[in-house]
């Protein structure tokens, strides 16, 4: 039996066998880990305008099987924003609002900031707000969430059906007064006639002197 050119595939089937052994014996490469939680912002419209009421709807959830425990969650809005009511473990500062939060084991937290938008110009004409998640004793964010709406300068319009202001209230309070005076008035003077001409003439009274 010959042997010409069994060298060669002797060789390569132990150089296969060796580059195979050599990358079994290497570290395999870590699957990427599933994200722990999620947050999602919303404030419920494309266009922000100065005087315009405005909410944030800020929703956390935990997807892992252990609870977030000392976590917080921050946001920044793209405008100035006179801030009304931010909720229970709220900390309001110049730049941003922070809530600290516990969240349990596939639970959610939900968190709102209410205020009315005092600027919303910005040069790109893009109004940025972000809400991100840290976790404890953490200085980068774990998870972030955005929402992009237009601003503009111009001033928002009052909502529809919404209640008059304090000056228009007593302007039409004070009108409605001026009405009812002018029309008491006109009544008193078409009733003193009247009221003459059905009352009898009445005899003098003389007061009759007795001597003592």
Not at 43 to 61: C, E, I, K, M, S
Not at 75 to 91: E, H, I, K, N, P
Not at 101 to 108: C, Q
């Amino acid at each position: 039996m010959s042997t010409t050119g069994s060298r060669p595939r002797v060789l390569a089937g132990l150089l296969a066998a060796g580059l195979a052994l050599l990358l079994s014996a290497l570290p395999t490469p870590a699957s990427a880990a599933a994200p722990i939680a999620s947050i999602n912002l919303d404030n419920a419209t494309d266009v922000l305008a100065p005087g315009q009421d405005v909410r944030f709807l800020v929703t956390v959830r935990n997807a892992a099987t252990e609870p977030l425990a000392g976590a917080s969650v921050v946001l920044t809005t793209g405008g100035a924003v006179r801030v009304g009511d931010a909720g229970g473990g709220s900390q309001v500062d110049p730049t941003h609002i922070r809530w600290s939060v516990d969240i349990a084991a596939k639970g959610e937290a939900v968190f709102t900031l209410a205020g009315t938008m005092i600027n919303a110009t910005t040069p790109s004409g893009k109004v940025i707000s972000t809400a991100c998640l840290l976790l404890a004793e953490s200085t980068r964010p774990l998870v972030c969430s955005s929402d992009i709406d237009t601003g503009t300068a111009t001033a928002a319009a009052p909502a529809a059906g919404s209640s008059p202001s304090f000056v228009a209230s007593v302007a039409a309070g004070l009108g409605a007064a001026l009405v009812l005076g002018l029309g008491y008035v006109g009544y008193r003077r078409f009733q003193r006639p009247a009221t003459a001409a059905a009352t009898p003439d009445r005899e003098p009274r003389v007061r009759a002197d007795v001597d003592a």
